[in-house]
T-cell receptor, first 110, second 120 residues
Framework: GQQLNQSPQSMFIQEGEDVSMNCTSS?????WLWYKQEPGEGPVLLIA?????ELTSNGRLTAQFGITRKDSFLNISASIPSDVGIYFC??????????FGTGTRLKVLA | ETGVTQTPRHLVMGMTNKKSLKCEQH?????MYWYKQSAKKPLELMFV???????ENNSVPSRFSPECPNSSHLFLHLHTLQPEDSALYLC???????????????????FGPGTRLTVL
C-alpha cells in the first residue's frame, strides 16, 4: 500500500539553528499537509500545499511541494524551545482519507 | 468552546468494561473521523463519517463501535477491549469528506486533543 517516508526520524538541535525535514511518497500527490503534535495534544495543522512547486510560509516555517509531486519539505528557521514536538506530513491515501508519515521528533536544546 | 474537543482526556479501563469516547466539533464541518495513534506507528484511520453517514470503516474490530448522531458529535463506544488497544484516540473534522480530484482547502483536517486510553 501507499507509504509516506519521513526523515529524519528525530533531531536534536541547538536553539537558533535551522531545521530541515522531508517526506516522500510512493505515488503522486495533489495535496501535502504538515502538522505539529506536542506532548499530550492532537496534531495541529501548520501548512497546506496544493500545487507542485508551491512554497508557503507560516512564520518561521516554510514548506514546499516538490516538483515531482512525490515529496515535500518543511524548514524551520532560527529554532526556539517551543518548536519541540513531532512533525507529521500527510497526503491522500485513497478515497476520502489521508495517510500520515511516521513523524520527525524535534528536540531543541537551549 | 472552539475547534474540536474530546472527552475524557484520559481513560483507564478493564477488559470487561464498557466506555465511550466523545468528540464535538464547533467548526461547522460536515465530516468527522476517528484515528488511533500508537507509539512509533503512523496515525491509523478508523472511521469516517460524512453528513452523519459512515463512509469508511478501516477494518476496525467490532469491539469499537462508532456513532454519529449529527454532524457536530461523534462517539466511539468501547467494549471488551484488549491491552493492545491502549493508545491515543484522536478525533478530527473537515469541511467536507475528502475530494482528491483537486487539492482543496475543504480537505484540511482539524484534530482534537485526543483521549489517552489505557486498557488493563
Amino acid at each position: 500500500g501507499q507509504q509516506l517516508n519521513q526523515s529524519p526520524q528525530s533531531m536534536f538541535i541547538q536553539e537558533g539553528e535551522d531545521v530541515s525535514m522531508n517526506c516522500t511518497s510512493s505515488s503522486i500527490f495533489n495535496t501535502w499537509l504538515w502538522y505539529k503534535q506536542e506532548p499530550g495534544e492532537g496534531p495541529v495543522l501548520l501548512i497546506a500545499l496544493y500545487k507542485a512547486g508551491e512554497l508557503t510560509s507560516n512564520g518561521r516555517l516554510t514548506a514546499q511541494f516538490g516538483i515531482t509531486r512525490k515529496d515535500s519539505f518543511l524548514n524551520i528557521s532560527a529554532s526556539i524551545p517551543s518548536d519541540v514536538g513531532i512533525y507529521f506530513c500527510a497526503g491522500p491515501g485513497g478515497t476520502y482519507k489521508y495517510i500520515f508519515g511516521t513523524g520527525t521528533r524535534l528536540k531543541v536544546l537551549a | 468552546e472552539t475547534g474540536v474537543t474530546q472527552t475524557p482526556r484520559h481513560l483507564v479501563m478493564g477488559m470487561t468494561n464498557k466506555k465511550s469516547l466523545k468528540c464535538e466539533q464547533h467548526l461547522g464541518h460536515n465530516a468527522m473521523y476517528w484515528y488511533k495513534q500508537s507509539a512509533k506507528k503512523p496515525l491509523e484511520l478508523m472511521f469516517v463519517y460524512n453528513f452523519k453517514e459512515q463512509t469508511e470503516n478501516n477494518s476496525v474490530p467490532s469491539r469499537f463501535s462508532p456513532e454519529c448522531p449529527n454532524s457536530s458529535h461523534l462517539f466511539l463506544h468501547l467494549h471488551t477491549l484488549q491491552p493492545e488497544d491502549s493508545a491515543l484516540y484522536l478525533c478530527a473534522s473537515s469541511q467536507d469528506r475528502m475530494n482528491w480530484v483537486a487539492g482543496h482547502k475543504n480537505n484540511e483536517q482539524f484534530f482534537g486533543p485526543g483521549t489517552r486510553l489505557t486498557v488493563l
